[in-house]
């Protein structure tokens, strides 16, 4: 999981500390009443915030809803940099941040993840963005770049529901092809 238990815990002391101190003050009120009604507004918050730290599903569920990804980029490659390909809506990112992770958690079905991509990837072969696409193994594409580069963009529609996309370089695409192709890196 991607969950940081090392920010977690001080979250939730605090979160801990402060619901201690606002019953704390609650109980010295004069007013009996709207300490009672702060208190039953303030204990499901408490659970809801404890539900997303520390419940996984409910964490990707909450930010494919909050702050879901739109486009995968990739910095790191030079031919990836002025590419970005569209992921569906409610897609999590699952990686690291500071690489290109190909790794998404995606909630749609393989028949709105099939139309998503027909449609997104015959935009950009219109536009000129990319040389060509093709549906592979029933659950992903193949997108041929401009310079013979390819991206796999994979669905697992099991349970996991996770997205990859993989980014194979021509020069090795070129040595799979022909072993006696000598790789320049």
């Known amino acids: 999981m991607t969950w940081n238990i090392f920010l977690y815990i001080p979250y939730t002391?605090?979160?801990?500390?402060?619901?201690?101190?606002?019953?704390?003050?609650?109980?010295?009120?004069k007013s009996k009443k709207v300490p009672f009604i702060l208190l039953i507004i303030s204990i499901p918050i408490f659970i809801i915030f404890q539900c997303y730290f520390w419940n996984g599903t409910y964490n990707n569920y909450v930010k494919s809803y909050l702050f879901p990804s739109k486009v995968f980029e990739c910095e790191y490659e030079e031919e990836l940099k002025n590419i970005a390909i569209p992921l569906p809506k409610r897609t999590v990112f699952k990686g690291k941040s500071n690489i290109c992770s190909p790794f998404y958690l995606s909630y749609v079905d393989d028949r709105d993840f099939k139309s998503f991509y027909q449609e997104k990837l015959n935009k950009l072969k219109d536009k000129g963005t990319i040389q060509n696409y093709r549906q592979i193994n029933n659950n992903g594409f193949e997108v041929e770049l401009l310079s013979g580069s390819k991206i796999e963009i994979l669905h697992r529609a099991d349970s996991s529901n996770f997205i990859t996309i993989k980014y194979v370089n021509r020069v090795d695409v070129d040595s799979k092809l022909n072993p006696n192709v000598a790789t320049l890196m």
């Open 13 to 29: 002391i605090i979160m801990i500390i402060g619901l201690f101190i606002l019953i704390v003050i609650l109980k010295g009120a």
